[in-house]
């Protein structure tokens, strides 16, 4: 079975860097696209990056491009979202998702979601 | 990128009633788009790919149509448990993006 596992909540103050995870497991990492979704509170879905974590391959959606990072560790399947400078604005749920080892594929897999917070 | 216009961005409706909600790609997709389900707390659950096909598991009474630039999902005879809120999704090409989305409430 396909799971994608995520790290848990965080809380953070503006400026602050933060990274956090998404692990899979069920199926070979090095073959599926890993991907991440933001969710703002009571907004609709935003897709940022994806990435192919086979051979790095990574695309970002123009709104997020330079704004965050998107990265994977094969060694230990998984995928990572970083920031370097967090804002308030950043607060939202992100989920990691994947569209399984197609390129251009619905997202068949989710992760549980983590709960991003960045106040002062 | 692709915009997508989802419509509409809420409705009510009862138990029983037929629901249908439309997306509009701003440009051709053919047939890349998804329709997704989300409850509140919950990630999205996908309900349909390549317009029309219906993933495993999900009863029969939700159907995609469509392609091109108009795409509908309708829910044949509502349940209780499928209030929730409704995303279509291209996957034609990136950046990705998402239609606004559509919350089915309660009458």
């Known amino acids: 079975e396909v799971q994608l596992v995520q790290s848990g909540a965080e809380v953070k103050k503006p400026g602050e860097s933060l990274k956090i995870s998404c692990k899979g497991s069920?199926?070979?990492?090095?073959?599926?696209?890993i991907g991440w979704v933001r969710q703002m509170p009571g907004k609709g879905l935003e897709w940022m990056g994806i990435i192919y974590p086979g051979d790095s391959d990574t695309r970002y959606s123009p709104s997020f491009q330079g704004q965050v990072t998107i990265s994977a560790d094969k060694s230990i399947s998984t995928a990572y979202l970083q920031w370097s400078s967090l804002k308030a604005s950043d607060t939202a749920m992100y989920y990691c998702?994947?569209?399984?080892?197609?390129?251009?594929?619905?997202?068949?897999?989710w992760g549980q979601g983590t709960l991003v917070t960045v106040s002062s | 990128a692709i915009r997508i216009t989802q419509s509409p961005s809420s409705l009510s409706a009862s138990t029983g009633d037929r629901v249908t909600i439309t997306c509009r790609a701003s440009q051709g997709i053919s047939s890349y788009l998804a329709w997704y389900q989300q409850k509140p707390g919950k990630a999205p659950k996908l309900l349909i790919y390549?317009?029309?096909t219906l993933q495993s598991g999900v009863p029969s009474r939700f159907s995609g149509s469509g392609s091109g630039t108009d795409f509908t999902l309708t829910i044949s005879c509502l349940q209780s448990e499928d209030f929730a809120t409704y995303y279509c999704?291209?996957?034609?090409?990136?950046?990705?993006?998402f239609g606004q989305g559509t919350k089915v409430e309660i009458k």
């Open positions: 390549a317009a029309s």
């Open positions: 998702a994947s569209p399984g080892g197609y390129s251009s594929g619905p997202i068949d897999y």
């Open positions: 069920g199926y070979s990492f090095t073959s599926y696209w």
């Open positions: 999704q291209q996957y034609y090409s990136y950046p990705w993006t």
